[in-house]
């Protein structure tokens, strides 16, 4: 069983059922299959073949969600992009994955135009408005195609989506995901979720990311269920309010972050929340304080998650039920990610991969059926993640003798900033091009409202006269803006080790120090 027979079920059980919500346009799941095959049967038309990459940049919208499934149905390969990335890291994915096709929004097809012009195998650009019920090109292409079902045989064995994640090099890595680990994976979200046929899921997050692809949109294709697609760009408390109330959400998840901003709003007790039967939450524990004052305001119906895109999202989960005893008992509990979930085998080892033992610190590996076949054309990357079957998460953690996970540290410099991973080594390449930049060494330095900011320590050339705001604008000129530096410092030089090895750890506490001195 694929996702595209899950389509098919969902378009034949329940075809007046609301699949998918964008403002103020919505698809049944009767119309949305009829698109979703026109879609799939263009890109065949195009001469694309199973296997084959496709493209989508766009903010979320309808569009892109229709990509997804006319892949699914077509043997095709969605490969989601973000759309704040730069001109050059699209097309640096672009180019790394071949895509034969791209689907864009206008407005980004227009700034992407000249640079896509580097990308050889692409053959067709193929703009679209965010709303499918404005004419236009895509519209136009659409209607040419039959809204029969594509004659294609998909099976487990497909390649589906290839998600690009930063990781923990900078270089872009193409984390490959078949029909049978999305298949595997979606009970899972399910399972722990509560989600049913009746579920309104809101998605918040980039249709890019997995946690879009994994936890809401196959999900709800798996059980009949409604996806409401909220602004990707810009998150704001009074608008997730106001769709929870319009639309009687049931299901969402959110970042810490969105959370905070929520409680804090004015609007939250004009709004009727009372839909709500989940609230996910991810990339960091929730403080006691909060927990207690979202569970006032909404009821015992947090579930907190930790995964990655290389194990298809969810890998533990600390349930409702573990939130409830916690804050009954030992609150000790809510530092933790939870335990794994049904079908991930999850260990904590030394660096020889041998079990440290119950309260011992190492790095978390896992193994299951919704792991990653491996990063995209990358084959040296993935036999250095995946060892011995099992995935090396490059996360340090300790596991409890009752199976709960507590994340200690990462093992790589990777930065967290509003539940978004960004590459360190990546923005220390790009300050790196800047004439003058004689050495740079980039970290998250903590901050209370987005987990962590990216900040650059840059040693300069003698008598260069670089400046931090010179450093800023030049990162912006050339990387996506959540991932430039908040703050740049101007040092002598940079701690090493006796190796050599820049110490990052005095970096972080030279920047902790810093921070409370200008508090005093």
């Not at 049913?196 to 999900?219: C, E, K, Q, W």
């Not at 933790?336 to 790095?363: I, Q, T």
Request: with cysteine; net charge negative.
């Amino acid at each position: 069983m694929t996702v595209a027979t899950w389509l098919r079920r969902c378009e034949t059980w329940f075809p007046e059922r609301t699949a998918i919500v964008a403002g103020s346009a919505s698809l049944s799941y009767a119309e949305f299959g009829r698109r979703s095959n026109q879609h799939a049967n263009g890109l065949a038309a195009l001469g694309l073949r199973p296997g084959d990459r496709v493209a989508v940049v766009t903010e979320n919208s309808i569009p892109a969600v229709e990509a997804l499934a006319a892949c699914a149905k077509g043997g095709f390969v969605h490969v989601p992009i973000s759309f704040r990335l730069t001109p050059r890291e699209v097309v640096q994915i672009i180019g790394h994955s071949e895509c034969r096709v791209l689907l864009a929004e206008s407005h980004h097809a227009d700034r992407l135009q000249d640079a896509l012009r580097a990308c050889p195998s692409l053959q067709r650009i193929i703009r679209f408005a965010p709303d499918p019920r404005e004419p236009g090109e895509y519209a136009d292409w659409l209607a040419q195609h039959s809204q029969a079902d594509p004659d294609a045989d998909v099976t487990l064995e497909h390649d589906l989506v290839i998600c690009y994640t930063s990781g923990t090099t900078g270089a872009p890595k193409g984390v490959l995901h078949k029909h049978r680990q999305i298949v595997a994976h979606a009970p899972v979200t399910a399972m722990y979720y509560g989600i049913d046929g009746d579920s309104r899921l809101l998605m918040v997050y980039p249709h890019n990311s997995i946690a879009s692809i994994a936890m809401f949109y196959t999900p709800a294709w798996m059980v009949g269920a409604t996806v409401v697609i909220s602004d990707a760009q810009r998150f704001s408390a009074e608008r997730w309010l106001s769709e929870v109330e319009a639309h009687r959400i049931t299901h969402c998840h959110l970042v810490p972050t969105m959370l905070f901003r929520v409680l804090s709003s004015d609007d939250l007790a004009r709004r009727d929340v009372s839909s709500l039967q989940t609230i996910g939450y991810g990339s960091a524990p929730m403080p006691r304080p909060q927990v207690d004052r979202l569970c006032q305001v909404f009821g015992n119906i947090l579930v907190h998650g930790y995964g990655m895109t290389e194990i298809t999202s969810l890998a533990t989960v600390l349930t409702k039920a573990d939130h409830r005893a916690a804050l009954e008992g030992d609150d000790r509990r809510l530092v933790s990610c939870g335990r794994p979930v049904f079908g991930v085998e999850l260990r904590v080892v030394d660096e020889e991969d041998r079990d440290v033992p119950p309260g011992g610190v190492g790095e978390i590996i896992m193994r299951g059926a919704q792991m990653t076949s491996g990063y995209w054309n990358d084959q040296a990357r993935t036999d250095q993640a995946i060892r011995g079957g099992w995935l090396h998460s490059g996360d340090i953690a300790r596991l409890d003798a009752d199976g709960y996970v507590t994340i200690v540290d990462r093992k790589s410099d990777i930065i967290i900033s509003g539940g978004v991973n960004i590459a360190s080594r990546e923005v220390e390449e790009v300050i790196s091009w800047l004439e003058g930049v004689s050495e740079v060494a980039v970290i998250g330095k903590p901050d209370a409202e987005w987990g962590e900011r990216v900040h650059a320590f840059v040693v300069e050339q003698p008598g260069a006269g670089l400046s931090p705001e010179r450093i800023i604008a030049f990162c912006r000129e050339r990387l996506a803006g959540f991932k430039c530096p908040e703050a740049v410092e101007i040092t002598e030089d940079l701690p090493r080790n006796a190796l050599g090895k820049v110490m990052k750890s005095q970096l972080r506490t030279r920047a902790r120090m810093k921070e409370a001195s200008s508090h005093v």
